[in-house]
């Protein structure tokens, strides 16, 4: 019932699908880019409408009485950062609790423009060995584009480009540069041990 809402919102507002996602196994939707309060209203609409569950991550406070429950069935699952102060890891312990667990996070973690967007989608997608959906919301076209399941190939450089690429044909509802992506030599993403 609220798939076919969904589809009929998205419809009479001329917005329509460029691809599809698998419903089956596990995957990371990198949803972008992110310029307005209207991403996440266009992706509920548009998750509904794919009529696959799909989450997003929150802390473990937005999920405790009285609006826990509405998070939950928005998809949202709960991340409680005190225990586990590495999201990465945290994120991957829900794909090893779930065969099925499908997650969509927007990379730049803003909607103000940025210069070097967050890889931890990248390092989830490398430990919990699950592919990485590009996503794009393209107001230009209203049209909500979903590229083909991509492994991590090991070159986070070269993958990174290579989804950075996929978002610089797409236009925000408030459009922006997309990074050019740079590793940091000295994050502790790359330190040896």
């Known amino acids: 019932m609220f798939r076919k809402i969904s589809l009929w919102l998205l419809n009479i507002n001329g917005w329509r699908f460029e691809g599809s996602a698998p419903r089956e196994g596990q995957f990371i939707m990198v949803v972008g880019p992110h310029t307005s309060n209207w991403d996440f209203i266009i992706g509920i609409i548009a998750r509904s409408a794919l009529g696959i569950k799909i989450h997003f991550l929150g802390k473990h406070q937005l999920f405790i009485p009285p609006w826990g429950w509405f998070f939950r069935w928005l998809g949202g699952s709960p991340?409680?950062?005190s225990k586990n102060n590495n999201m990465v890891d945290a994120a991957v312990q829900l794909f090893e609790a779930?065969?099925?667990y499908k997650l969509a996070l927007a990379p730049e973690g803003t909607r103000s423009?940025?210069?070097r967007w967050k890889t931890g989608f990248y390092h989830i997608a490398v430990k919990a060995k699950v592919p990485i959906i590009t996503v794009g919301l393209d107001f230009s076209r209203k049209s909500i584009v979903l590229n083909t399941p991509m492994?991590?190939?090991?070159?986070?450089t070269t993958d990174m480009n290579q989804i950075l690429d996929f978002f610089r044909g797409i236009t925000g509802r408030h459009p922006k540069v997309i990074?050019?992506?740079e590793p940091r030599m000295e994050s502790s993403e790359t330190k040896p041990n």
Not at 151 to 156: A, F, I, P, Q
């Open 79 to 81: 991340v409680n950062r």
């Open 98 to 100: 779930d065969n099925q």
């Open 113 to 115: 423009a940025v210069t």
């Open 151 to 156: 492994d991590t190939s090991g070159d986070m």
């Open 179 to 181: 990074p050019v992506y």
